[in-house]
């Protein structure tokens, strides 16, 4: 009875242990992992050329700004001295 249940044990081991993912399904996960981590930075780089982009413009507009409040300045500075 002993050796009966222990090749029983024995047997319903193996079969789990056998029943785990196959090379393929391992390369396979593998790489759908490194495909998500590749997706993730791709859009942490894509979300930083965005702001990269949005910064550049706002520093264009705010340098325009400054050369129009300059060019108001020295407008309303003539404007005073010739009145």
Do not use: F, H, W
């Not at 193996?14 to 495909?35: F, H, Y």
């Amino acid at each position: 009875m002993k050796k009966t249940l222990s090749v029983l044990v024995l047997g319903g081991v193996l079969a789990i242990a056998a029943c785990g993912p196959s090379e393929a399904e391992r390369k396979a996960a593998e790489q759908k992992r490194l495909d998500s981590i590749a997706a993730v930075e791709k859009g942490k780089l894509d979300s930083l050329a965005a702001l990269a982009a949005e910064a550049a413009a706002q520093a264009a507009a705010a340098e325009a700004a400054v050369k129009e409040a300059k060019e108001d300045l020295i407008y309303k500075i003539t404007d005073q001295r010739l009145n």
